[in-house]
């Protein structure tokens, strides 16, 4: 029972670099977000998307790209990455957004830019 | 504008000893507030839903109860495995696909 998998779970990139953080889920749940984990901080919603083919910014969208081209994955992409990118990134699926469905999180990716 | 606001940022107590983690609230009309639990380098875990004033769920030694501006959780009893940060979530009338989280509570159980 995988639920979501989020793939790398650590990486250290240099300023400028890109890259995508992958996440999978196996639960065919319409919904998925990324958020991102600061120290001190809430979590905060960076894009979601309501089903394949269907993406929208949350709150902090600046600097990263999503696409939804399947029901199961839920890329992330690090266009340019800047020192303030550093956290840890989590995917999370629900039945669906707009409802008070339960939110199902990866294990996160900890991301370093230095 | 919506927020929420966890209190305290941590809390140690000893085996066995009761206490309440505060979650405070400023929405637009609540829909839902959540409770998840969060063990260090793992993605958070669904607690509790609650929906109105007065609604409270339990879990094992876990008492979530709801006011019109506040949460508690209820720790009773506590064991070491209950260590973990725990966090709050509200979703307003105003918002559809966005929680509004507080920082979380860290919580240590010592044996």
């Known amino acids: 029972n995988a639920g979501v998998t989020q793939t790398p779970k650590f990486q250290v990139l240099k300023t400028g670099q890109s890259m995508t953080l992958q996440c999978a889920q196996d639960?065919?749940?319409?919904?998925m977000s990324w958020y991102r984990q600061d120290p001190g901080m809430g979590l905060r919603l960076i894009h979601y998307?309501?089903?394949?083919?269907?993406?929208d910014q949350g709150e902090v969208p600046n600097g990263y790209n999503v696409s939804r081209s399947t029901t199961e994955d839920f890329p992330l992409r690090l266009l340019s990455a800047a020192p303030s990118q550093t956290s840890v990134y989590f995917c999370?699926?629900?039945?669906?957004?707009?409802?008070?469905?339960?939110?199902?999180f990866g294990d996160g990716t900890r991301l370093s830019i230095l | 504008e919506d927020q929420v606001t966890q209190s305290p940022e941590a809390l140690r107590l000893q085996e066995g000893e009761s206490s309440s983690l505060n979650c405070s609230y400023t929405?637009?009309?609540?829909?839902?507030l959540f409770w998840y639990r969060q063990d260090p380098g793992k993605g958070p875990e669904f607690l509790f839903t609650?929906?109105?004033?007065?609604e409270e769920k339990e879990k094992e030694r876990l008492k979530a109860t709801l006011t019109k501006k506040e949460s508690f959780l209820h720790i009773t009893a506590p064991k070491p495995e209950d260590s973990a940060t725990y966090l709050c979530?509200?979703?307003?009338?105003?918002?559809?696909?966005?929680?509004?989280w507080g920082a979380g509570t860290k919580l240590i159980i010592k044996p």
């Open positions: 929405v637009s009309g609540l829909r839902g």
């Open positions: 999370a699926s629900s039945r669906q957004g707009a409802s008070n469905q339960p939110q199902h």
């Open positions: 639960m065919n749940h319409e919904y």
């Open positions: 998307s309501v089903g394949a083919g269907i993406t």
């Open positions: 609650l929906y109105s004033a007065g």
């Open positions: 979530a509200v979703r307003g009338m105003d918002s559809n696909y966005q929680l509004i």
